[in-house]
Nanobody
Framework: QVQMVESGGGVVQAGGSLRLSCVASGRTLVNVDMGWYRQAPGKEREFVAMTRWTWRGYTSDYDDFAKDRFTISRDNAGDATYLEMNSLKPEDTAIYYC????????????WGQGTQVTVSS
């Protein structure tokens, strides 16, 4: 059973920074993607960033709002992913969810419980 555990959320003033962490356990595959989504109150869950496994190493994708302010990384073992968030804005307030995506003919996603990020103005 794959489990994802996030940490690092909290309350920060606008312009501040936070670093989210996500650690996966119980996995048997290595060729998986790991990344982040977020869901603000009253809104749909949206994509933030993802590290994708390739034979040459991990690549990173970002949504447009995250490209200039957020940085996603992955540890060498591939079991953890981190999201460094800078220049935070009140509109970044949301629950941030870690996602482990197993690509294939029948893709599978494993989700963490989420970590709250609140940015005060």
């Amino acid at each position: 059973q794959v489990q994802m555990v996030e940490s690092g959320g909290g309350v920060v003033q606008a312009g501040g920074s936070l670093r989210l962490s996500c650690v996966a356990s119980g996995r048997t595959l290595v060729n998986v993607d790991m990344g982040w989504y977020r869901q603000a109150p009253g809104k749909e869950r949206e994509f933030v960033a993802m590290t994708r496994w390739t034979w040459r190493g991990y690549t990173s994708d970002y949504d447009d709002f995250a490209k200039d302010r957020f940085t996603i990384s992955r540890d060498n073992a591939g079991d953890a992913t981190y999201l460094e968030m800078n220049s935070l804005k009140p509109e970044d307030t949301a629950i941030y969810y870690c996602d482990e995506h197993v690509p294939g003919p029948v893709p599978v996603d494993y989700w963490g419980q989420g970590t709250q990020v609140t940015v005060s103005s």
